[in-house]
T-cell receptor, first 113, second 109 residues
Framework: NAGVTQTPKFRVLKTGQSMTLLCAQD?????MYWYRQDPGMGLRLIHY???????AKGEVPDGYNVSRLKKQNFLLGLESAAPSQTSVYFC????????????FGPGTRLTVT | GQSLEQPSEVTAVEGAIVQINCTYQ??????LSWYQQHDGGAPTFLSY??LDGLEEKGRFSSFLSRSKGYSYLLLKELQMKDSASYLC??????????WGAGTKLIIKP
């Protein structure tokens, strides 16, 4: 089992460009999450999904969109990147009853210039 | 508001015992988790406390006092590979994890 995978691992964008981060999990988890991690701050939830076809906003959703067309995939989109979106992005997944135990992907390091 | 407080850095000696504290104030409480994160890596789950008391998992133990809004992670027989950041996270009334900023554990030989 690969667990949770993320692509790409690194990306540099210019202000105003768009991109999509892909997350995939092979553990048949219902819940999936997108976080960002910035120095000196805790992980912050961007969006999450409690099942195929559903998405919801987290703590810091502005500037991001998500889709979950298939249970195993969760996509995070940046429509018009800004320097404030420079961060490390983590995808995670969990069973419905186990939200306290989340499995994380390796992360995507995004720089917006 | 919601907040979790952890010391930014703790230093300990190889082979010793270290305690990492976490205090929290959240709207609703459905348990506290601890995660380990090595530099450049992803968080990995260590332990969960839903009720007051001590949970032990090998060299790692975690304690929770809900009345005091307080938890600690205890690491015994420290090894150099334990050098990492340790994150506490509380599940709130929306069943989402609220995360502390993490404690960097530095181990000296």
């Amino acid at each position: 089992n690969a667990g949770v995978t993320q692509t790409p691992k690194f990306r540099v964008l210019k202000t105003g460009q768009s991109m999509t981060l892909l997350c995939a999990q092979d553990m048949n988890h219902e819940y999936m999450y997108w976080y960002r991690q910035d120095p000196g701050m805790g992980l912050r939830l961007i969006h999450y999904s409690v099942g195929e076809g559903t998405t919801a906003k987290g703590e810091v959703p502005d500037g991001y969109n998500v889709s979950r067309l298939k249970k195993q995939n969760f996509l995070l989109g940046l429509e018009s990147a800004a320097p404030s979106q420079t961060s490390v992005y983590f995808c995670a997944s969990s069973f419905r009853e186990g939200g306290h135990e989340q499995y994380f992907g390796p992360g995507t390091r995004l720089t917006v210039t | 508001g919601q907040s979790l407080e952890q010391p930014s850095e703790v230093t300990a000696v190889e082979g010793a015992i270290v305690q990492i504290n976490c205090t929290y104030q959240t709207s609703g409480f459905y348990g506290l988790s601890w995660y380990q994160q090595h530099d450049g890596g992803a968080p990995t789950f260590l332990s969960y406390n839903g009720l007051d008391g001590l949970e032990e998992k090998g060299r790692f133990s975690s304690f929770l006092s809900r009345s005091k809004g307080y938890s600690y992670l205890l690491l015994k027989e420290l090894q150099m590979k334990d050098s990492a950041s340790y994150l506490c996270a509380v599940m709130d009334s929306n069943y989402q994890l609220i995360w502390g900023a993490g404690t960097k554990l530095i181990i000296k030989p």
